[in-house]
């Protein structure tokens, strides 16, 4: 599998292991600048031996040649993403455990190998964020029954996994090798039992605060309606943990009926972001502050990464990990939506959020995506007459990345079509009703202009995507997004088969799965709705598999 360097993967090494630019350019020349840099070096010579010895035992590995098969074989179903991960073999679910560790990105997740169906962590190992390639199981059940979802928390010399072991409890394992190929679980069991628990022990996360460990454990109030709730322990060792109390407080911004799974809690700028994922309605945030002298996590604003009920075809749960630069990296399982023989769920592309003013969100996509682009086509400045659907000619694919800037001007609904038949028996509608969404009062200056400070909707309609009848179409995402009143809209769009993903302004993003029946189903079209609308440019390429060497 090709690996890529790139300016961003420096950019987050230094970041992660704390080294300054002055002091790797040479500009900074006291004594202990010179003496940390040599230990340093000294610290990556010993690293990279143990690293080509670890490289060499994998060339014979019989899980690493497994899974190249495995790959072989069902590459060719036409459903099967090229540059979204995908499990090598069979199903796949929660990602876990997302880190940064010896200049690599980590990725881990709910995997299900033949020979043994009860959950392993499988494992991914990336430079780019994008480009990943495959490692032997990861956390093997035992004592457990099998091994659920959980974090990681990386320090200097090792990296902690904390994760949630069915029939025992809460357990810890440590890793410290250049590739994460070796696990030792802390004392053979559960570091937090679930028999005699005070509260729900399910999905944990970890972090450090004063040499102090801490744990979220994911569940439900104890009393009146369902509703999420993290349990809050502490560990000066990761053996022997202490409970404390419930941690959220202020939580108006859940619904009922949903609970806390796979909580991960991490600065975000100069405040705090809890992820979690509720088993009715999918993925959430809140945001807040961090009340380290209570261990309480205020939270004054909250959201949603599912806008709807998490299957069929709905985005799952997070993974996530700081990036060195004040934002959090996360990547989401995103379920099926029609059987697949062998294989099922797939990951989103990672995405970068960060803080937009006090109570706002931002999401990207993160990783050098730009290394995938092949075949490119550019549109420039193109009039969209109201009502009349304009086909993009030359402009086609089931594997693209397509990024549009649009005038919207007075038109109160434009849409883009993809993935869309010469007939349009089949298409995947995308659709932006600007101001069309609830009041934000925040925003709120003057009823007269009421409407300006109304939030925007994206819309993603997979319920035309598909005219085969073992694919259950998903009630159409519909999501707020701020556009200022002057602002263009701008777009980013990636289609990988069976996915849909759309980036909207750098705040928001919304993604389903779709499976077009037709070999055809590759077209893209613009309508404008009521009045007119002006495309200011509009670039599409065709996008690379990530697992072509």
């Avoid at 499988?122 to 990861?138: C, F, K, N, Q, T």
């Avoid at 060195?324 to 959020?353: C, E």
């Amino acid at each position: 599998m090709r690996m890529k360097s790139s300016s961003f993967r420096r950019m987050i090494i230094m970041a992660t292991i704390g080294v300054s630019a002055a002091a790797l350019t040479g500009e900074t020349a006291s004594g202990a600048t010179n003496a940390a840099v040599a230990l340093t070096q000294q610290a990556a010579g010993v690293k990279g031996e143990a690293l080509a010895a670890q490289e060499a035992k994998l060339r014979d590995n019989p899980f690493i040649q497994r899974f190249a098969e495995s790959r072989r074989k069902m590459a060719a179903d036409p459903y099967r993403p090229l540059y979204h991960f995908v499990s090598p073999e069979s199903s796949l679910n929660d990602p876990n455990g997302l880190c940064f560790w010896n200049g690599q990105w980590h990725l881990f997740y709910q995997a299900y190998p033949p020979e043994n169906r009860n959950q392993h962590w499988g494992h991914a190992v990336s430079d780019d964020l994008i480009h990943w390639r495959d490692l032997p199981y990861a956390i093997k059940p035992g004592p457990e029954n099998a091994c659920y979802s959980g974090s990681t928390l990386v320090e200097s010399n090792r990296v902690i996994a904390m994760y949630h072991g069915t029939g025992q409890g809460n357990m810890v394992a440590i890793s410290s090798d250049p590739l994460l190929l070796d696990w030792e679980k802390l004392t053979g069991k559960p570091v937090i039992p679930a028999a005699g628990a005070p509260c729900t022990i399910f999905d944990p996360c970890i972090w450090q605060k004063d040499g102090v460990y801490y744990s979220l454990s994911g569940g439900t109030q104890p009393q009146g309606p369902r509703r999420p709730a993290e349990f809050l322990f502490k560990s000066t060792d990761l053996v022997k943990w202490e409970y404390l109390h419930p941690f959220v407080e202020g939580d108006v911004f859940s619904l009922v009926g949903d609970d806390g799974a796979c909580p991960y809690f991490w600065p975000l700028g100069d405040r705090h972001i809890l992820l979690h994922f509720s088993h009715m309605s999918g993925a959430h945030y809140l945001l807040g502050d961090y009340d380290k002298a209570r261990d309480k996590f205020v939270v004054t604003a909250g959201g949603r990464f599912t806008f709807g009920a998490f299957c069929p075809g709905g985005v799952h749960a997070p993974s996530a990990t700081p990036d060195g630069r004040g934002g959090v990296l996360v990547i989401f399982n995103i379920n099926n939506a029609k059987p697949t023989p062998g294989w099922d769920q797939i990951m989103s592309l990672p995405r970068r959020l960060t803080l937009v003013g006090k109570n706002g969100l931002g999401v990207e996509p993160a990783g050098d995506i730009a290394s995938l682009r092949g075949a490119h086509r550019h549109l420039g400045e193109t009039a969209l007459p109201a009502n009349r659907e304009l086909v993009l000619e030359g402009i086609q694919g089931n594997a693209l990345e397509i990024t549009a800037e649009l005038d919207l001007r007075k038109s109160p609904m434009v849409e883009l079509n993809v993935l869309r038949s010469p007939g349009k028996e089949e298409f995947t509608r995308i659709a932006i009703f600007k101001q069309r969404g609830y009041q934000n009062w925040d925003r709120f200056k003057d009823w007269n202009k009421w409407f300006e400070s109304c939030d925007s909707v994206v819309t993603i309609d997979s319920g035309y995507s598909s005219e085969l009848p073992d694919v259950t179409s998903r009630a159409p995402e519909s999501a707020p997004v701020w556009l200022a009143s002057d602002e263009p809209l701008k777009l980013r769009v990636f289609i990988d088969k069976s996915v849909v993903e759309v980036f909207v302004n750098g705040r928001q993003c919304v993604a389903t799965r779709v499976y077009p029946g037709r070999a055809d189903s590759l077209g893209v079209s613009l309508r404008a709705q009521g009045s007119d609308a002006v495309l200011k440019q509009l670039d599409a390429w065709t996008m690379k598999s990530i697992y072509t060497k």
